[in-house]
């Protein structure tokens, strides 16, 4: 783990914000915005690392996208602070970076390839190297035989990937994708999570703000879950994912359980749900029915999913 990795690790939601260090690609330290008398986001504080996907999670007017666009500064906080690559926003950082907004905006009477160009230029690219990126991502979102047509004459799942191909003509060192699989079909699903895993391999960091929690766990290597303008859960996700499951395990096996006095449920697929003693550990119990003579042929812990803890966060379920 890298220094930065470490400090991440280490780094906590307890205590004053404006204690914590602000480390990583992109961090937030205390930031609050207000629109009008409604409050957008209270006490923010969060980071993300080098390298990793990191999922921004929240229902419908959480705050995250107000967040996204304070930390490429396209809005201001009205408190806190911002870092990005260790360093107060500026333009040098800023081009660093790409951002897909869930709102969509092209220039629909564009060329496909004249617009992509375009885009690159902006991006600091020269005019050839715009053009030879403009063909490469063309061709890597299967768009290619687009090229030359107007950008109003695609479906929504091509415009859609014109402009995923618009953030990452430049290689951003951060990309900040929200929504990006809206109106995709499963195929270019799973080319737009290929591109995203390819940027990690590389040590790109990708910040992926989705209402598809399944994504979420595909992808994500830390998320953080944002309600009414607050972080409620933040880290690891799968040290997430165990924090928040039921203390059960699921057992495969020919013999009856409850027979057995075992405080189970028999699943559809003839796996039992087991609920264990309050003490009892996971790999404890395994062992306690392996000594009982209980034939396994399989066993695992009962992991909760993303799509159960955001339900049960976001309604109040869980604490």
């Given at each position: 783990m890298t220094a930065t990795g470490s400090a991440i690790a280490n780094w906590s939601l307890a205590g004053s914000p404006d204690r914590l260090p602000l480390v990583g690609i992109l961090a937030f330290r205390g930031v609050s915005k207000r629109f009008g008398g409604q409050v957008a986001l209270d006490g923010v504080t969060l980071q993300v690392s080098q390298g990793e996907v990191f999922g921004l999670m929240g229902p419908n007017g959480a705050g995250k996208t107000t967040l996204i666009r304070i930390g490429l500064d396209i809005l201001r906080a009205d408190e806190g602070e911002v870092s990005?690559?260790?360093?107060p926003l500026n333009r040098s950082t800023l081009d660093r970076?790409?951002?897909l907004p869930e709102e969509r905006g092209v220039y629909r009477r564009a060329k496909v390839r004249e617009l992509l160009t375009y885009l690159g230029r902006l991006k600091g690219l020269k005019p050839a190297n715009a053009r030879e990126s403009a063909?490469?991502?063309?061709?890597?979102?299967?768009?290619?035989?687009?090229?030359?047509?107007r950008v109003e004459s695609l479906s929504k799942g091509m415009t859609q990937k014109v402009q995923i191909a618009a953030c990452l003509m430049s290689d951003p060192e951060l990309c900040v994708l929200d929504e990006p699989f809206s109106g995709l079909d499963p195929v270019n699903v799973a080319l737009v999570k290929e591109l995203i895993e390819e940027?990690?391999?590389?040590?790109l960091t990708t910040v992926l703000s989705t209402h598809l929690m399944h994504q979420v766990e595909a992808l994500c290597d830390r998320v953080a879950l944002i309600h009414r303008g607050r972080v409620?859960?933040?880290?690891?996700?799968?040290?997430?994912?165990?924090?928040?499951?039921?203390?059960?395990v699921i057992v495969w096996t020919s013999i009856d359980l409850v027979e057995l006095g075992v405080d189970a449920i028999r699943d559809a697929n003839g796996s039992w749900r087991v609920s264990l003693p309050h003490a009892e550990t996971a790999a404890g119990y395994l062992n306690e029915l392996i000594r009982s003579g209980v034939p396994i042929d399989r066993y695992e812990p009962l992991v909760a999913r993303m799509?159960?803890?955001?339900?049960?966060l976001v309604s109040g379920g869980v604490e």
């Amino acid at each position: 783990m890298t220094a930065t990795g470490s400090a991440i690790a280490n780094w906590s939601l307890a205590g004053s914000p404006d204690r914590l260090p602000l480390v990583g690609i992109l961090a937030f330290r205390g930031v609050s915005k207000r629109f009008g008398g409604q409050v957008a986001l209270d006490g923010v504080t969060l980071q993300v690392s080098q390298g990793e996907v990191f999922g921004l999670m929240g229902p419908n007017g959480a705050g995250k996208t107000t967040l996204i666009r304070i930390g490429l500064d396209i809005l201001r906080a009205d408190e806190g602070e911002v870092s990005l690559f260790g360093a107060p926003l500026n333009r040098s950082t800023l081009d660093r970076t790409a951002y897909l907004p869930e709102e969509r905006g092209v220039y629909r009477r564009a060329k496909v390839r004249e617009l992509l160009t375009y885009l690159g230029r902006l991006k600091g690219l020269k005019p050839a190297n715009a053009r030879e990126s403009a063909a490469h991502w063309l061709g890597r979102v299967g768009l290619s035989h687009v090229a030359e047509q107007r950008v109003e004459s695609l479906s929504k799942g091509m415009t859609q990937k014109v402009q995923i191909a618009a953030c990452l003509m430049s290689d951003p060192e951060l990309c900040v994708l929200d929504e990006p699989f809206s109106g995709l079909d499963p195929v270019n699903v799973a080319l737009v999570k290929e591109l995203i895993e390819e940027r990690r391999a590389r040590g790109l960091t990708t910040v992926l703000s989705t209402h598809l929690m399944h994504q979420v766990e595909a992808l994500c290597d830390r998320v953080a879950l944002i309600h009414r303008g607050r972080v409620v859960v933040y880290g690891d996700l799968e040290e997430i994912r165990r924090r928040y499951s039921p203390h059960e395990v699921i057992v495969w096996t020919s013999i009856d359980l409850v027979e057995l006095g075992v405080d189970a449920i028999r699943d559809a697929n003839g796996s039992w749900r087991v609920s264990l003693p309050h003490a009892e550990t996971a790999a404890g119990y395994l062992n306690e029915l392996i000594r009982s003579g209980v034939p396994i042929d399989r066993y695992e812990p009962l992991v909760a999913r993303m799509d159960d803890i955001f339900v049960n966060l976001v309604s109040g379920g869980v604490e």
